[in-house]
């Protein structure tokens, strides 16, 4: 059955590239991409179902190809979507899985589409997850800045998560506390509290995960700048569990974090690594807390008009 499809897909794709080449005999001179391009796609689709995964990229993209030489750029980049399936499939490397998607990012992109152009470096993204996962970040702050670039912040909620949660599944735990600070500001355009206090409370919790109580306690008194964060329960929830850690009391630290309702109330990739806490010698970061809190935070700083 497989080689019957992968015989039809030979003989459409043969029969696609009759179209578009000349020939004297006929008289015909110009290409047929409309006729190519359907040909091209039913031979695509033989292959693919028949396990050809090279071959079926290979139709995906002379399909774009006709797409793009009758002016329907739109067409082409689903098309290279299409393709970078395929090409992954055919377990070709990350560097031509990842120049599919952006090949499909900027024919979307040329056809007036940037919405869909950051869309397809997310799904871009879940693609090469597995094969290179800074890359597959790399694709997401991408489409973040595309939809940043439009101030379209109430969209890029969704984008910001599924960068958390990719960077949470590859331990990448400093990388994740700078993009929720930055997905904080972002929330901040459209008066977006509730989610904003979250993920400055998150971004706390990442650090406290990190064993680094300093920054952690040093991003608590920052976002208390940040209007609504101090009345919040998420900073309430943090001052407490700040608290907990500089007594020193491991089980107060648990006991914290398995009553306080508003930690469970977060993202689960998040609330996953809250039931872990504590983590490291929770007396050495007491001190380490009581240290710096002595010196006092990073807003402790002289005011000028202030003579007394």
Not at 266 to 277: P, S
């Amino acid at each position: 059955m497989a080689a019957r499809k992968e015989d039809s897909g030979d003989a459409l794709f043969r029969k696609a590239e009759k179209c578009v080449r000349p020939n004297v005999l006929k008289l015909k001179f110009a290409p047929d991409w409309m006729e190519a391009c359907t040909l091209y796609e039913k031979a695509a689709v033989a292959y693919r179902r028949s396990d050809q995964h090279e071959k079926a990229k290979l139709a995906y993209e002379r399909a774009a190809l006709g797409q793009e030489r009758i002016g329907s750029k739109w067409h082409a980049a689903k098309l290279i979507e299409s393709a970078c399936v395929e090409a992954k499939k055919a377990g070709q490397s990350p560097d031509d899985v990842v120049a599919c998607v952006r090949s499909a990012a900027t024919l979307y992109r040329e056809a007036g589409r940037e919405q869909t152009s950051a869309d397809a470096l997310v799904r871009g993204a879940k693609l090469v997850e597995d094969m290179d996962d800074e890359r597959a970040f790399q694709m997401i702050q991408e489409a973040i800045q595309t939809y940043e670039d439009e101030d379209r912040y109430a969209q890029v909620t969704d984008l910001y998560r599924e960068g958390l949660n990719l960077l949470i599944r590859h331990k990448r735990y400093e990388d994740a506390a700078v993009l929720l600070m930055r997905w904080g500001q972002a929330c901040g355009y459209v008066d977006a509290k509730h989610t904003q206090n979250k993920v400055y409370m998150n971004a706390v919790i990442l650090w406290l995960f990190l064993e680094d109580v300093v920054q952690a306690n040093n991003t608590y008194l920052e976002c208390l700048q940040i209007d609504g964060f101090e009345s919040s329960d998420e900073a309430y929830a943090v001052s407490e569990i700040l608290d907990a850690y500089r007594s020193g009391d491991p089980e107060l630290i648990k006991k914290c974090t398995q009553t306080n309702r508003t930690f469970s109330h977060t993202d689960n990739c998040v609330a996953r690594l809250v039931r872990q806490l504590p983590v490291g010698d929770v007396n050495n970061l007491a001190t380490q807390l009581e240290n710096a809190c002595s010196l006092g935070g990073p807003d402790d700083v002289l005011d000028e008009d202030d003579l007394t």
